[in-house]
């Protein structure tokens, strides 16, 4: 596992994740998806999409109601491709691929301008895998930034 530092991780809500995805993995590379269970990151809920790692393919499996409602797209059960913002896809990719290979976490921040005008936000995702090695699952959890 590459090494990730999480004293990037300058938001709070960010931060309390990475260390429960910490303590639910151990001694492990990852935590089992089973091993992040809702009812302990209340907190948390709707800021997390839980993206299904394929052959080449990542699929929401659950994407968290508050993200779905500022993007204004409802991800779950549909595939990277299908995402309608085209430009995204390529970045989110790059993204979803990099915390697979490293089998560590990834943190990012977007900065945009659209029709709303300019917004921004941090995004860090964490990798799992139901043998605790091999990344199956991605959780990944989103702060905005106020402009």
């Known amino acids: 596992m590459?090494?990730?530092?999480?004293s990037i991780l300058d938001d709070a809500r960010l931060r309390r994740f990475y260390e429960h995805w910490?303590?639910?993995?151990g001694t492990h590379?990852?935590?089992a998806p089973a091993d992040?269970?809702?009812?302990?990151i209340p907190w948390a809920l709707g800021w997390v999409s839980v993206i299904e790692?394929?052959?080449?393919?990542?699929?929401?499996r659950l994407?968290?109601?508050?993200?779905a409602e500022f993007f204004r797209v409802e991800m779950t059960g549909k595939v990277l491709d299908a995402y309608p913002y085209a430009a995204a896809v390529p970045i989110l990719r790059a993204d979803f691929e990099r915390a697979v290979a490293a089998r560590a976490p990834v943190y990012s921040?977007?900065?945009?301008v659209d029709e709303r005008g300019p917004w921004a936000y941090r995004a860090l995702l964490l990798p799992s895998g139901a043998d605790r090695a091999t990344p199956d699952t991605l959780f990944q959890i989103l702060a905005l930034d106020p402009e």
């Open 2 to 6: 590459s090494e990730f530092d999480p």
């Open 22 to 25: 910490t303590a639910m993995r």
């Open 29 to 31: 590379a990852l935590p």
């Open 36 to 40: 992040i269970d809702p009812l302990e």
């Open 53 to 60: 790692v394929g052959s080449g393919t990542f699929r929401w």
């Open 63 to 67: 994407d968290g109601s508050r993200l």
């Open 109 to 112: 921040r977007r900065r945009y």
